[in-house]
């Protein structure tokens, strides 16, 4: 049986962007009614092909920061310290839940792969939280597979009421609230210089490429709800997500997934990598398509991305099952098409999802090869911790499922601080100019979409 690809999976629940606009739209202003309607503390919004589920308010909860994991259930605290694999900590954690059923949602950081990939002193110090899940009281699920029905799971009959009152005051077809201006193309940060820096470490043979990153600061605070609508309806993601969990929160549009175990323990992983722009009309499009395919630059980044996702597949992966599928197709994402593959396997008895997860994060397409020397450079060269940046955003179950969607092309806000940020890959051939540009035609993804949260001086008028 020939595995689909991700085209083909697209055409099959009908993603057409076209025809779908009202569909899209009616949705993402459920999703606006719900998220501002302050029903909720902590919520995830997590759309896969048109298909919507809001994870939201927390029954249990697993932190895990760089030296201790805290348990939460029924408003009991367990804090444990930890050491080793940051995996094992989540899995045994999960597994000691009450609860002999559950879902969890939330967030890995990059700094998670520290503890993984990373000599101890080589690694940042401080204790960052890695990761961030939780078990949600409450589930509403909208999108393609439900038709017009809203389905919501747990809550008690008061919260279901106000949520039916939420979904009453949805108003599709209005035009997103204006976007505000953020300029991309300063290169505020030294990035050029910092590439220019990576581009002697690889050409010295210190590793074979790493993904370095700019930070964008925005000067306002964002409305991250209306962001998201205006972004996701001029983007094309592989999975896209609102969050707001623990005082972290961001909007964003993911390109590829880290990995996914299914409920048949196939295990798949979707390297990106490649870049070029689009959106500049169907004869710059098409020729900067046929610049990508024939770019040696680009074909051997991602060849050697392909290479890398493969092996860590295979090294979780039953003997002889892991395959390279859909292999070099271009998949365009928003402002951007990337050369793209999946790679698949099916997962050995004796592990868990949790060990699938280990094997690939961090996404090679976010990190270098090899990996270990890639993030000790993106340790010393990165202008600071990236947090969510390049992590995942997770869902997972007790049935042994997991997602791990890739947080790129995204905006972040915490702590009244609002930024974006993007990367391009340094390998031997790269330029300063070119991957400096690469950032730019990746924030073009979200910059343009930034909903400005109005202040109470606004208000008022």
Same mark, same amino acid.
């Given at each position: ?19 779908? /606009?009202? !569909? ?26 048109? &298909? ?19 348990? =939460? *259930? ?18 045994? /954690? ?7 059923? *559950? ?62 009152? +939420?979904?009453?005051?949805? $108003? ?6 204006? /976007? ?16 220019? +820096? ?13 993904? @370095? ?13 209306? =962001? ?13 997500? !609102? ?7 961001? /909007? ?14 196939? #295990? ?7 870049? $070029? +722009?689009? %959106? ?18 680009? !074909? ?19 003997? %002889? ?9 271009? $998949? ?68 042994? =499922? ?14 009244? $601080?609002?930024? @974006? ?29 930034? #909903?400005?949260?109005?202040? &109470? ?5």
């Amino acid at each position: 049986m020939t595995t689909p690809t991700v085209e083909e999976l697209d055409a099959a629940v009908g993603l057409d962007p076209s025809t779908d /606009a009202d !569909l899209l739209d009616r949705d993402l202003t459920r999703v606006i009614a719900l998220t501002e309607a302050g029903l909720f503390d902590d919520y995830l919004v997590y759309e896969n092909r048109g &298909n919507w589920v809001i994870a939201a308010d927390i029954a249990g909860s697993v932190v895990l920061t760089t030296r201790t994991v805290t348990t =939460t *259930w029924d408003g009991e605290h367990s804090v444990t310290p930890w050491s080793g694999d940051p995996a094992e900590a989540l899995q045994r /954690a999960f597994a000691a839940l009450p609860a002999p059923q *559950w879902n969890a949602v939330g967030w890995v950081g990059f700094e998670f792969s520290a503890h993984t990939q990373v000599a101890p002193d080589a690694r940042r110090h401080g204790d960052t939280t890695l990761a961030h899940l939780f078990v949600p009281r409450i589930e509403i699920r909208f999108g393609r597979s439900t038709g017009d029905d809203v389905l919501v799971t747990g809550g008690t009959a008061a919260e279901k009421t106000a949520i039916a009152a +939420a979904l009453q005051r949805v $108003r599709p077809s209005q035009p997103p609230p204006q /976007a505000s201006t953020v300029d991309i193309s300063t290169d505020t940060d030294h990035y050029r210089a910092r590439a220019c +820096a990576a581009i002697d470490e690889v050409r010295r043979g210190e590793y074979a490429k790493v993904i @370095l990153s700019r930070t964008v600061p925005i000067p306002f605070e964002v409305d991250l709800p209306h =962001t998201y609508r205006a972004g996701r309806l001029a983007n094309t993601p592989a999975r896209s997500f !609102l969050l707001d969990i623990g005082g972290v929160a961001a /909007a964003g549009f993911s390109p590829e997934l880290v990995v996914a175990v299914d409920e048949q323990r196939m #295990v798949s992983a979707e390297p990106l990598a490649g870049t $070029r +722009a689009f %959106g500049q009309g169907p004869e710059q499009d098409a020729a900067a398509r046929r610049d990508l395919e024939q770019d040696p630059k680009e !074909l051997a980044e991602h060849a050697v991305s392909v290479r890398t996702a493969f092996r860590e597949v295979a090294s979780v992966a039953s003997h %002889g099952s892991a395959a390279v599928t859909d292999f070099m197709s271009v $998949r365009e994402r928003g402002s951007v098409q990337h050369l793209a593959s999946t790679v698949r396997g099916r997962l050995r008895d004796e592990l868990s999802s949790w060990d699938a997860f280990a094997a690939v994060f961090p996404a090679v397409t976010a990190s270098g090869i090899p990996k270990r020397e890639s993030i000790e450079a993106i340790t010393r060269l990165d202008d600071d911790e990236r947090g969510l940046y390049s992590g995942a955003v997770v869902r997972t179950s007790s049935d042994g =499922t997991l997602e791990a969607a890739l947080v790129l092309r995204a905006v972040y806000q915490q702590q009244g $601080r609002a930024w @974006l940020r993007a990367g391009a890959g340094i390998v031997a051939q790269s330029t300063p100019e070119r991957e400096f540009d690469e950032t730019c035609e990746k924030l073009a993804s979200v910059a343009p979409y930034l #909903v400005r949260r109005p202040s &109470n001086h606004d208000t008022e008028k």
